[in-house]
């Protein structure tokens, strides 16, 4: 069976699997850790069920790997971890969040809570969040509605690493946004994806000693280049061209200057020693407004099937989002494969924080 | 200067320019067509101004060359002229409005004229249409919110056309999304995009001789080809693979599944002898429920003047949409440019009507 990566944000499988962890040990030592930081008991289950999820579904790159930097961002005060999520703005269908700076997880679920809400009682429902930081994969939040039986929208901006189209320099994030659709049957449509090609994917190419393909980047004096080696030290390109760039600075604008928070180099990034100040946007539908919700899963059903007939024999096509559920299910089971290092990193944190138990 | 094309729908200028129309004198003119074919003197006129308005801006495949296909089809009466709108569900931030099969471009302006006025009271509404028709560009309708200081997303889906990631046969529409967001000094940012490479593009590359890009499209079986005859012969990929694909299956399910409109092959093509039973959605944002709207359009200059100032020495970035205002202005004075197979076939139109007019 021929498998396709529709996980946009997820790095490549790590090939040294030094060690397997059941979730369930994962998820009670991050959360310890979390507390031991100082983040208040409900928050730490937040930001740790997050991050171990994104383990589960196969996106590494946004989970327990992150632990070190957050716990060191709240030792250093640079994230908050107590401080209390007030609206600015609220309407019957909008509002607008004060993030005030605390764990980008944890504001992301109340902003995409409060959309859901208030759908519930208009139709549709959007939420600015100002001032949040790095908040782990978007479709966790899009995901929230349509566990709801809403189609979800969610957006955030980063710090400029993509050139715009006709640019050659870093000008724009490599801004994500994710739709989720539910279905009966079928596993939820969760399309999670960003504007430009993962630096992690030239990353591997070079390590195979391979080229990259043209229009993936450029090189520091901003030409053109298929060499990995240039493209890393250069500027990653928009997919697509105007579409990619397009969608990054309309992104941008939504989560930056909609909601009050930094746009462009404006953002911090989560290596940076300030407050990231980046924004969040999320938008829930609720399909009960529109029509009767079991017609519209069977009908979502009926086209995931349709589309998946349009394979070539024996071959497989999966959904945005299904290769996700196919992984956590699995590893749900069999644990989650990582990379020793990983481990070792969650290791010295959990032992600088006097913690005795170890993964 | 280097000019980039944002206008992601617009076939490449045509390069046999036999005549120059004024729009003042191509308006009056497809009005009167329309008006002769049986439609409304009102909806005549918003059908015109969206096919005119499309040639101002450069993108001349949603232009006038479509009046003879809109005629026949009322003629045939496969498009409704007449009928009303209605609404099937109301709510205060949502609607799901029943197109009729009326004209799209009137049932479209329609559509996002009531999200426009619903936004303005609650903060965000989106308006869905089901049963509709062909409606020109998507970011006519986006365009709409931006003129009043909102942000606007328009979605339609369309006949199948391309495969979906991992499939090698026609499954999903190339179905476009705009997103249009209002700045102060600077034009409008206009995104209108589509997710699969255009196939105009292909026929250049062929007429040039030249091969396509590898991904563009793969041959009648199914196979990856980078020649021109044999992609228009098979079957378009979607943009950047899982990325395009899941986009163009979202806007697939907001569009026809949620409004309970046609989605995948129960859409008609404008060339098939039956209803289209297209479904389009809507959504307006409205700026000053989140923030200062001078500051908000003020910040978007300041960000949009960043952005342009990424480029290299003497190489100028345009932003989304910016090449058509470009369009627009120039044309507006000097005209637009049509090859006369155009004018030949508004003129048979005309004559067919008993008009005595001629372009």
């Not at 609206?87 to 019957?92: K, Q, T």
């Not at 579409?243 to 940076?272: P, Q």
Request: charged residues 20%; contains cysteine; hydrophobic residues 40%.
């Amino acid at each position: 069976m021929r498998r396709y990566t529709y996980c946009m944000q997820a790095s490549e499988k790590e090939r040294h699997m030094e060690k397997i962890i059941l979730a369930e040990s994962l998820g009670p030592f991050v959360h310890e850790i979390f507390v031991k930081a100082g983040v208040p008991e409900e928050r730490a289950t937040v930001l740790a069920n997050c991050l171990v999820e994104a383990d589960l579904n196969g996106i590494s790159s946004h989970g327990v790997i992150r632990v070190p930097v957050y716990v060191r961002r709240i030792l250093q005060g640079l994230t908050e971890t107590k401080a209390v999520i007030t609206p600015i703005e609220d309407f019957p269908a909008s509002a607008l969040l004060d993030g005030k700076n605390v764990i980008g997880q944890v504001a992301g679920e109340e902003a995409m809570r409060i959309a859901i809400q208030k759908a519930r009682t208009v139709g549709i429902a959007c939420v600015g969040l100002r001032g949040t930081n790095h908040f782990g994969t978007c479709g966790h939040y899009s995901e929230m509605a349509a566990k709801s039986n809403m189609i979800g929208f969610s957006f955030v901006n980063t710090t400029p690493l993509v050139a715009v189209y006709g640019g050659t320099r870093k000008a724009v994030g490599n801004n994500p946004l994710s739709i989720a659709i539910p279905a009966k049957e079928h596993f939820p449509i969760i399309l999670d994806m960003a504007c430009s090609v993962a630096q992690g994917k030239i990353e591997i190419l070079k390590k195979k000693g391979l080229d990259i393909p043209s229009g993936w980047a450029v090189d520091e004096e901003g030409n053109p280049t298929t060499d990995p080696d240039k493209a890393l030290k250069g500027v990653l390109l928009p997919i697509a061209g105007p579409k990619g760039s397009g969608l990054a600075i309309a992104i941008d604008i939504l989560c930056g200057i909609l909601t009050g928070s930094g746009v462009g180099n404006e953002i911090r990034h989560l290596n940076d020693p300030e407050p990231q100040n980046l924004g969040a946007f999320f938008i829930a539908i609720d399909i009960a407004k529109f029509t009767n919700v079991d017609m519209f899963l069977g009908r979502v059903d009926h086209y995931v099937d349709c589309l998946k007939g349009s394979a070539r024999e024996g071959e497989h096509i999966l959904m945005p989002g299904e290769e996700c559920f196919i992984n956590h299910g699995e590893r749900l089971i069999t644990g989650i494969p990582f990379p020793s290092a990983v481990l070792d990193d969650l290791n010295e944190v959990a032992a600088q924080l006097g913690m005795t138990d170890r993964i």
